[in-house]
């Protein structure tokens, strides 16, 4: 028996499961993973099968429709805005039920519940909530030693998404043949303290290539970092087959990596599981997050919240009384850290 028949599942027109016996309404589903999207068009891997879908009239009303790359949705047509709070309500990495169309296509009737989702505000004039992968099993946050050096401030934002959509969080850094050994230690032993997993890699040495291998096995994973860090390079390495383009060496800034990854896309692993690589992404903005949620996504904030004279209400920016505060002086809580959470704040303010 294929897969395909193995995952199928008996649902009602409607979309609900029916009982059996009730089969003269039913139509045979199928169930898939969403790997890819792009204008309204659905890639669904259903065992070693792809199968390009559409999605049923029910699911279309409720997507805005994209006039450009899915992956930097800035203009769409807006339909009936008044009922619709997501972009698309399919996201890669969403399992779905399919019918089959016979013809090696499919209709998408339904999108089974999320474990979880990663979120951005969708940078197009209404505040809408786009999904850039459903059911993500952890984000690896990609920075290179070097070329281009790693900021780590755009690091504490990349944990707060995590934190904020409750993903764990690791991280990798790339290019470590182009540094001394121990240079980022002291960087990276705060993240570890904070419980964070380090793993550091170079593609050219060939360090650290099994253990990022194994940090992906078997889960579904999404590589956030900026563009030219070495996140495709590290796939290529770590999947050979894979052949994904890499960044030409850029004749322009030195370090600055042009944008060859435009789509994103689930790639399926050998080991088991699968990878998100994003196309750099700028406007990664939280979504719905407030700043007393914002505290609660700093580890080592945690035991704090609360404390201040002013209680929660404390934004830990100088009011007297704060503990958060007392705690950076101290010496207990790094300074870089806290610096970030004011900087984030003050963006999920505006
Ligand atoms: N020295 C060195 N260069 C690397 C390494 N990995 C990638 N690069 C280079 O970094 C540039 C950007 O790589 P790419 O994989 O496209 O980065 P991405 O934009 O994050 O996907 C390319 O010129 C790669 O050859 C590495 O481990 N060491
Ligand atoms: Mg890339
Ligand atoms: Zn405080």
């Given at each position: 028996m294929s897969a395909v028949v193995e995952d199928t599942l008996q649902v009602g027109l409607d979309g609900g499961l029916i009982a059996e016996g009730d089969q003269a309404s039913a139509v045979m589903l199928s169930q898939g993973l969403v790997t890819r999207k792009d204008r309204g068009r659905y890639m669904v891997r259903t065992g070693e099968k792809a199968v390009p879908c559409t999605i049923s009239a029910m699911l279309r009303k409720r997507l805005l429709y994209p006039l450009?790359?899915?992956?930097?949705?800035?203009?769409?047509?807006?339909?009936?805005?008044?009922?619709?709070?997501?972009?698309?309500?399919?996201?890669?990495?969403?399992?779905?039920?399919?019918?089959?169309?016979?013809?090696?296509?499919?209709?998408?009737k339904e999108v089974l519940p999320r474990k979880s989702q990663l979120s951005r505000r969708d940078p197009g004039p209404i505040p809408l909530e786009q999904v850039l992968v459903a059911n993500v099993d952890q984000m690896v946050a990609v920075f290179a030693a070097a070329r281009p050096q790693p900021k780590w401030h755009l690091l504490d934002r990349y944990l707060v998404i995590a934190e904020a959509a409750g993903i764990p969080a690791r991280i990798c850094i790339t290019k470590m043949d182009l540094v001394d050994a121990g240079a980022v230690d002291d960087m990276l032993g705060l993240y570890q303290d904070l419980g964070y997993p380090v793993t550091l890699t170079s593609t050219v040495g060939g360090q650290g290539l099994t253990a990022f291998r194994d940090d992906l096995r078997g889960r579904i994973s999404v590589l956030l970092g900026k563009s030219g860090v070495g996140k495709t390079s590290l796939l290529n390495a770590i999947e050979p087959g894979l052949g994904l383009k890499v960044n030409a060496v850029s004749t322009g800034k030195i370090g600055k990596g042009r944008h060859t990854t435009t789509h994103l896309e689930l790639v399926p692993l050998s080991v088991g599981g699968g990878v998100v690589d994003t196309p750099g992404m700028r406007e990664l903005a939280l979504w719905h997050t407030d700043r007393q949620e914002l505290g609660a996504c700093f580890p080592e904030l945690r035991p704090y919240l609360g404390a201040c004279k002013f209680g929660l209400s404390c934004h830990h920016d100088g009011e007297p009384g704060c503990v958060v505060r007392e705690a950076v002086d101290n010496g207990d809580i790094s300074r870089a850290r806290y610096e970030s959470y004011l900087r984030i704040a003050q963006d999920a303010d505006a």
């Open positions: 450009r790359d899915p992956a930097s949705l800035g203009h769409y047509e807006v339909q009936r805005v008044e009922d619709i709070e997501v972009v698309d309500p399919v996201a890669i990495g969403d399992q779905v039920a399919f019918v089959a169309a016979g013809d090696g296509t499919g209709m998408i």
